[in-house]
């Protein structure tokens, strides 16, 4: 089993004038740890789970580069890209470029996107639910024959390339991991099974726990999906569901990579909704024996000296599980 460090909260003391070395601290300490990836939110406006729009939100790309920069081993990604956001084409370009320049480290995540406030706030143009996963669809093929090496015109519904040419393409073969994020069971597990090399669902916490989180979420965000429902029977129906999926389009199941994002509080006393080192242990049993291949967590406060220390302990005995059905 592997496991990954997501970053979505920038707003530490002093910055914006120590982002870099923060981050660039928290990004070395990480690989150091033995995390196996690192990961940002693709957003211009912070979320509302992070003092909303005006809190620092950098740019997920020019992060991830920087991130390369600072690290040699660790793989990198969106959680994931709003195919809005971005061109297809550029978009394809600016992971390839990355993974050039970090020696093959990149995830392709993308994903149906949600945030329509910092779409308006930004000028980006607004687009019904449906025309999105039309444009996932359609951004998904279009990487494909980029990294193909096909520069063919391509001719869609949304995108017309007059010729996708991609150098320096991704020294990945035949490309890098396409990771689909999303909780839909028709449309984005769909997508998921006929393109994808992995898919990225929530590892809700108790919905207890975080009640006071959710409701000041917006409707369409994609963590109120399941919210009532325990953690882990939700991850359950939707591997049932991606399964499904898999076996109407003939895909082995066994393919796909199995990603989650939780939240990772670690301490050694298990105060205040914490896990102990001994029951973060067991948290990831559980997630193994639902099919996890790759848990992401967020620890709170990352910023702070240490705070990723007590992952040291934790990160050789994940290593030693191995999921259901591996």
């Not at 592997?2 to 070395?28: D, M």
């Not at 990945?172 to 689909?180: N, S």
């Not at 994020?181 to 108790?206: H, I, S, W």
Request: hydrophobic share 35%.
């Amino acid at each position: 089993m592997r496991l990954g460090l997501n970053l979505t909260n920038f707003s530490w003391p002093g910055s914006p004038e120590n982002l870099g070395p923060v981050l660039g601290r928290i990004a070395r300490t990480a690989e150091e740890v033995g995390f196996d990836s690192f990961w940002v939110m693709d957003h211009f406006f912070q979320t509302p789970l992070n003092r909303g729009p005006e809190g620092a939100c950098p740019e997920a790309y020019a992060t991830l580069g920087f991130v390369a920069g600072q690290t040699s081993r660790i793989r990198l990604g969106t959680l994931v890209t709003g195919v809005v956001n971005r061109h297809p084409g550029v978009l394809v370009k600016t992971v390839s470029t990355l993974d050039a320049l970090s020696g093959g480290r990149m995830y392709f995540g993308i994903g149906a996107a949600w945030f329509e406030e910092e779409q308006r706030g930004l000028g980006i143009p607004v687009v019904p639910k449906a025309e999105r996963f039309e444009r996932l669809e359609e951004a998904v093929l279009i990487a494909k024959r980029m990294w193909a090496g096909t520069t063919e015109p391509y001719e869609g519904r949304h995108y017309r390339l007059e010729r996708p040419l991609n150098e320096p393409t991704s020294p990945q073969r035949p490309h890098p991991p396409i990771l689909i994020g999303g909780q839909g069971p028709k449309k984005t597990f769909g997508l998921v099974a006929r393109y994808a090399d992995a898919c990225n669902v929530y590892e809700l916490p108790d919905p207890d726990m975080i009640r006071e989180k959710l409701a000041k979420l917006p409707p369409q965000h994609p963590m109120r999906r399941n919210a009532h429902i325990k953690p882990t029977e939700v991850i359950r129906k939707q591997f049932a569901v991606l399964r499904e999926r898999c076996e109407e389009v003939g895909r082995p199941y066994g393919e796909i990579e199995k990603t989650t994002l939780g939240t990772g509080a670690l301490t050694k006393d298990g105060a205040e909704g914490s896990y102990t080192v001994n029951g973060a242990i067991e948290r990831f049993h559980q997630l193994a024996d639902l099919g996890v291949d790759h848990a992401i967590v967020e620890p709170p406060n990352p910023a702070e000296e240490g705070a990723l220390d007590l992952w040291a302990e934790v990160v050789p005995e994940i290593a030693k599980i191995v999921p259901a059905g591996r």
